[in-house]
């Protein structure tokens, strides 16, 4: 999804300038697998998803889950290798970031996320 960014309506805060949207099965099954890092700005967009795991990855990930309306209905911040997220019923799609994120953008349950076409510059 090049020239979109994540923002946080509620916030006014920009969660990611980079999304890779993950909506196939196989792209969700291996996500973020083989990658050394997650960078900063960079969010995967998983669609459908109502449960993650890090088995087999190198990193810890900060982890949104939302809903239709891309209210935020669960957070993971900081969520470790080798472990696997609660089921969440209501989740349309889980949103995988770089650690910190959560935390430095203030996001909360119920903000408001929104995908946000931008021009590219030549």
């Known amino acids: 999804m090049d020239g979109c960014m994540l923002v946080n309506e509620s916030k006014g805060t920009v969660l990611a300038d980079r999304i890779i949207r993950a909506g196939s099965f196989g792209r ?10 997650m960078p900063a700005g960079t969010a995967m967009l998983l ?8 088995f087999f990855m190198r990193f810890a990930i900060d982890v949104l889950f939302i809903d239709e309306q891309y209210r935020v ?13 609660p089921y969440l019923r ?5 949103v995988e ?26």
């Open 73 to 85: 209905l669960h957070m993971l911040p900081c969520m470790q290798p080798y472990r696997i997220s």
């Open 47 to 54: 669609v459908p998803c109502r449960q993650v795991h890090t």
């Open 90 to 94: 209501g989740a349309r799609a889980a």
């Open 97 to 122: 970031l770089a650690t910190g994120t959560i935390a430095g953008t203030g996001t909360e349950v119920n903000d408001r996320l929104t995908i946000v076409h931008r021009e590219v510059g030549l």
């Open 28 to 37: 969700r099954l291996w996500g973020l697998l083989g990658r050394s890092h």
